[in-house]
């Protein structure tokens, strides 16, 4: 289908988008706990800090690439894990991993299609994205499947087990249609009941099932991959995690949708980098919406960062064609504000390029 | 009465309440001092706090029970006094005290019905909450039926005999209609007149009738049941109550209806806290409309929030119902919070759980 | 004129003014420089301090009164000078003067009507506004009547020579109408022409006129009613005037008509009255709306405040009634916020009653 | 043509362009790079100092003259460079040129009338902005041309090369009309094609010729003209660039319209003037609309500040008479708050005029 026209900046994506995709499904994609105060956070957090720009920089044969954990990407704006993309393009993932150039698609486990399927036509990388099974079994047979896939890294979600529905998505009667489905959990044990303790029992079952520090260390005797947790905020956690011989973080609040009144992954971004060193890797997600925000997130010292509604504002109104343009507009708009900034890569980004206000 | 479909939030539940309650009672319910910057800044006393997340705590078997004052309490959000549920609900505080389920009612002297009669029903513990009477004579059978009703504490208004009627409730002429009465003062004899000082009358023989600080000893030395004031808000004044053997404090600003512009609770609670040790009972009212709300409160200092308005939504969209599921919301939202702060039970809740902005 | 419903608070009364004056006459009134930052910041300033209350203290016998250079006013709320009251009324400041009960009404030298004949209607005392003549024989003669009139202070206007008309009352082509007119200035001299200097000539022949600091003395030597100065903002200032023998300052954007982007009079109040000590008189003037309003000036250091726009707003709409009711209003309300915050008397009133935020 | 008529403030200049400028060129005119927040950056940084008043200086004989650069200027308001004047009036820069009285209009690279015929009705002297051509010999050929005009300075822009068309001139199909072109470009090389590199090949061909910092060096041998760097916002980039005999910075962001979420220059003058000292010139540029900003652009240590947008309302509104009255408002604003702040002459606002808030 050939792109509308107009579409300049991820706003213009998101609008378009809108107009296209149905109205339940748009409330599921852009809902968030209550009252969306956490994406508003994000949104402030960006805004708190304003670019310099320096001319007079060499900046013939600049470039936009990273190397992160073992790949070498053209540019750092990477696909975060998005379930169900079946449900704005009937080709959903695969549609989405053929338009993904040059950077990493994240392969959600909640994928309606195979990641079998999606690495064969994926135009670059795959890591994936693990929720932890009730059963060891199963996990291990995610991961065995990534691994077969050639994901890259896997990405380990901790918190949105407790993802609840939207209020707009109860609201808009949002369901997972028939067609659409986790095909990566087909025949999977469900979470054993759990009696005791919390007053909604699906925290008592999730909670029973939750992963747990032992998880942490057993996942890395797993799997020689590369290994990132998302969901963490906190930097002694962190610390803990990487003493257990992980790689990095995702700094996260699931597009807002999980904890209410989640601080802003750029609010915690700094002193997650002080704690952890240069050498394990950090990956903003969340409001990333033009090459600014990118510029931003790295120099305050994240590696790259992740998109996530936008994918699907993309995939919605081009497929394959609307995702690889929406990558396109962030990967201009970054290499703009590093030209202006007088940055010839991204490891010349750092906070002396921020000024805050 | 069954209750409305999309009721998900607090939120959700004021704007069905306003579409069925009479204008001139919302009037009189959403009413506040001057124009409402009480309210506008307790909501943004939330907002400066975000939550962190921490996965991977074990948080099987957690729960939201709390020790206070002599009760197990299921969960910390409680239902503050509030005159009149008779306005919104035939019935009352009957069905509001049906559906107050494993948490404290707090019955009000100005509640439309008997405090005898709400206990007979009631689903949980009760308190009661104090304005001292002119005459000590007139305090003391308030408080005796208290005791018979076995309410377990009670908690003395400082403050709000100064509550003047909202702006709202006199532009939309609310009067306390016929068969609606303060029904725990029949018979009581009015504050005498007083003639000097204010310009204002009531003043005058408000402050001629006021409780000083040898009432405050008096009290204590009248009954055994826990004693906590509402609406104090300095340290020192706080502290030399505790010393007449007080067990505690509720910060509030009564719904923003009496001081106009008045301190958030929030802002005071750490502060008092400090100052008043963790012996002591500190309670928060006001504009506490979400689980995370809850939560920033516990972390802040408060042993238990109290709710307001909010329970009048409920009475009056779905009657003890409505005030049940109300309170159900809440209680969910505050759980999901722990479990993704990897808070198992109240104590884990403390200030590091926040981040400022 | 009987009152209209429905007036609770000064923002009833301006609503109810802008539906009963001429467009262009409201205009004029309502109009401030540019783009109307300066009201806007004296507003926030407001908002910026929250108030603590404080029950059980011994309120018995409270008031507002006030001794103030010579003065024992019944509360601290005085009228500030306003020109032109025959735009509003067609009495005046003669029915302005009849209203203004149990405290000061400050005479403009713009006045519509003359100070004795307001003297002879006056319902309490009088101050004189002056404005510095080009010729000292004419600056004399207003003192003079002032005297005579049995004035007890002078506020001399150091800065509004330079008050532009506003866009607002430019675009609604706004005129003082014939009958109305500065009746004290009959037969004075103009300010001489000037050459040289400023590319407008209207600030060459402004400033050529304009008193300097041997002028100030000179006021001194020629009376023994207090002089208070309005249009100083900064300490150094202050000091050297209060140096010659005057009493005191208002502090005043003059409702943000005069400088463009001025500070806020309650920004400045702390330091000012600081550098001056207790002795010398400070009033504030310019957005006090609210008895809190009231409260946190003379907390801050204000022995008393200024009332503006609203005088005129009581008496376009309900003549002396209306600005006996609205001066009633903020009275009640001063009351009551001191009641709520424990102060018997405004010298209790102090900066420990008021928390940031 | 006459101009319309309550054209009192810069902001109504703005408004009655709007009306009377073809939708596409206001599209041109107004955009900026993103969602437009370098603009309410600006905005709000001059909203963030408040102006102090200081009667009773002696103010006879004031000016707003400036010696700046070798000229003796009437007042520190300039014209700063824009393009194609010709979109909004037939005559173009030559009518703009006979409206800018008594003060510096700046000649753009992007002219759409020759310097040379502007040189021949300007009112004023003329400066002239360079961007530095891929090929030396045409930077040359621009330098000379403007020296022949006798244009008295030279504005280098450095970082606008990377300015990329708006969004909002995108959507409204804008584009360059015939008739209307860059007259000082004609017969130059464009920058040659450059392979490898940045993604955007226009970032690779814009990099390959932009300017270094030999180039300046280059250009300071080249003219004796002053030369000022337009674009830079660091200090240390600045002392660099003055030790190489420069003269001077402008501080812009370009109206928002080049590096997105760009720094505020007036957050950046600060620091630039106590890093340059009191010999080199600073002007800032960006969101000056009223006399108070200019105030605050020298209280913080700009010599004068550029107009740009303005200038082209004023254009567009009345020709050369709406950029003369345009300006003369800025003049008289400016005058009105020097001699409010008691400040007879430029040199006399200083940081003390200001307060933060």
Chains 1, 2, 3, 4 share one sequence.
């Not at 949104?43 to 936009?64: I, K, M, Y």
């Not at 699931?254 to 240069?278: N, S």
């Not at 919605?316 to 708009?333: D, S, T, W």
Request: aromatic share 4%; charged share 20%.
């Amino acid at each position: 289908m050939p792109l509308p026209p107009h579409l300049y900046t991820l706003a213009d994506y998101a609008r378009a988008a809108q107009a296209r995709i149905d109205p339940a499904v748009w409330a599921w994609l852009e809902g968030a706990s209550g009252d969306g105060a956490a994406r508003r956070r994000e949104e402030a957090s960006f805004a708190a800090h304003a670019l310099l720009n320096r001319p007079l920089a060499d900046l013939r044969g600049g470039h936009t690439r990273r190397r992160l954990l073992g790949l070498e990407l053209a540019h750092p704006v990477m696909l975060s894990p998005l379930g169900y993309h079946g449900l704005v393009h009937p080709e959903g993932e695969l549609a989405t991993a053929r338009g993904c150039l040059e950077t990493v698609m994240t392969v959600s486990t909640m994928a309606s299609q195979p990641i079998e399927a999606i690495a064969q036509v994926a135009a670059g990388p795959l890591w994936f994205q693990l929720y932890v099974q009730p059963r060891r079994e199963d996990t291990l047979r995610l991961i065995r499947r990534a691994e077969a896939a050639e994901a890259r890294a896997i990405i380990v979600t901790l918190d949105t087990p407790a993802q609840p529905a939207s209020p707009q998505a109860l609201r808009a009667g949002f369901a997972i249609p028939r067609g659409v489905e986790a095909v990566h959990l087909s025949g999977f044990a469900p979470a054993p009941e759990a009696s005791g303790g919390w007053y909604n029992p699906a925290l008592s079952r999730l909670t029973a099932a939750a992963p747990g520090w032992d998880d942490m260390a057993w996942l890395r005797d797993q799997t020689d991959l590369p290994l990132l947790a998302k969901g963490m905020s906190r930097v002694d956690d962190a610390a803990r995690l990487m003493a257990l011989g992980w790689d990095g973080l995702v700094l996260s609040t699931h597009g807002g949708r999980a904890m209410e009144g989640a601080a802003a992954p750029l609010t915690l971004l700094p002193a997650m980098r002080a704690a952890l060193g240069a050498d394990r890797a950090i990956l903003l997600d969340g409001s990333v919406r033009t090459g600014a925000d990118v510029f931003r997130a790295l120099a305050l010292g994240a590696d790259a960062v992740m998109i996530g509604r936008p994918q699907l504002h993309g995939l919605g109104v081009g497929g394959a064609l609307g995702v690889a343009h929406m990558l396109k507009i962030l990967r201009e708009e970054l290499e703009l504000a590093m030209v202006l900034a007088g940055c010839a890569t991204l490891d010349a980004i750092g906070p002396d390029a921020l000024i805050g206000g």
